[in-house]
């Protein structure tokens, strides 16, 4: 496939990445919550029309379906979310968000493309762009599934519960990647656990209020929760085998309005990462145990309640499909060029698609530090300082070499899969 690669790609000349970055810097100037991507979604599906797609918009709410069919062959999906974060951008950077949004609590908070999905969304409109181009070349169907809310692990459950797989049928292959704060240039691919499950929870801890200079008359939710918090450091640390991988990060502690008032109540939440289903259940119910035992040895008035904000499945490739698309990556990038993802754990909900399907999936990781900036921070030791990481306010993709390198990978993945055409 490396002389169909060749003639589909040389449509991605300077001029089209040239034009590729400046949908990059709109994207990153408009960024939109999860399950608001309305204007991110226009632009895709304008995009996709232009290129020749039927397109399909509100799947799942706010997500966009791009189908060519090319003759008989395989089915290829191709993937990118669009959703931004509630991030106050910090980048200095020209095209730096301004925007805000209310959020699904009714709070107006900063906007900023944090994750890099903006690099995503362009990458995916230049691969389909040049694919549908160079069609001659291949057979088959192409899918480019834009989707929404991947950071509130609701998109491609919304998708596939909307219909998605009856517009596509069942799919040969699942394709997607994401940005990392590796050198641009690069991509990183690996087969099997590649990143880890996650649950998200909110736990609603009852007292009973009352002044704060007579403490003896209240049961105080703030010392309930500090000592919750405490306790929850040990799930992990005494309850999951130093040879198991888990997380589990206490985010956010509220409680009271006055300095004098014991309040009523307090709320914590509590986010768990895991790499297997038996250390998945460990930490739920650790953390169950924890909660309601700290409460019943404070004489809460009432049980905790615990509830779900959100949850990711464990991310996956497929052995077999990882090995032809590494094998593409090589032959189109250099072996030097393609390295191990090693398992993170950073969570996505790329991988129900292909659950959903019973396809094989494939998610890989894009460069996109300065690499100049990365090998001398790793030279000195300054990793984590110099090249900040995906969700900071400072996380700032470089556009060229990201850009093309994104979309080559997307074309050259989908291409390994698809069936060579007859350009005769």
Known sequence: M??????VLAGLDDATCDELADLYRD?????????????TAGVAADRLRAAGFEAHTGVGGTGVVGVLRNGDGPTVVLRADM?????????GLPYASTATAQDAEGRRVPLMHACGHDVHVTCLAGAAAALAAGRERWRGTL????????????????????????????????????VFPRP???????????????????????????????????????????????RLQTVVS??????????????????????????????????????SPEVRRRLLDGVERVVRAEAAASGAPRPP????????PLTVNDPGATAVVRQAFTARFGAERVTDLAPLMGSEDFGVIGAEAGAPSVFWGLGCADPETYERAVREDRLAEAVPGNHS?????????????????????ALAWLTPGDPA
Do not use: C, W
């Not at 834009?146 to 799919?171: H, K, N, T």
């Open 143 to 178: 899918v480019a599934v834009f989707q929404p809310a991947e950071e509130v692990a609701g998109g491609a459950r919304a998708m596939v519960d909307d219909g998605l797989l009856d517009l596509i049928g069942r799919p040969d292959v699942v394709l997607g990647q994401h």
């Open 184 to 230: 641009a240039g690069t991509v990183l691919v690996s087969p099997g656990e590649v990143m880890a499950a996650a649950d998200s929870l909110e736990i609603r801890l009852y007292g009973r209020g009352g002044h704060g200079s007579q403490p003896e008359h209240t049961v105080d939710p703030v010392v309930l929760a500090a000592a919750t918090v405490m």
């Open 27 to 39: 994207l990153h100037r408009h960024p939109e919550l999860s399950f608001q991507e309305e204007r």
């Open 83 to 91: 959703d931004g974060l509630p991030v106050a951008e910090a980048t």
């Open 2 to 7: 490396t002389a169909t690669t060749d003639a």
């Open 393 to 413: 306010p400072a996380f700032a993709p470089v556009i060229a070499p990201t850009l093309r390198m994104g979309a080559e990978a997307l074309v050259t993945a």
């Open 238 to 275: 005494r309850e999951v085998s130093p040879f198991d991988r888990a997380v589990l990060t206490v985010a956010q502690i509220h409680a009271g309005h006055k300095e004098n008032v014991i309040a009523d109540e307090a709320s914590i939440t509590v986010n768990l990462r895991s790499f």
């Open 305 to 312: 309640e615990l509830r779900t904000l959100n949850s990711f």
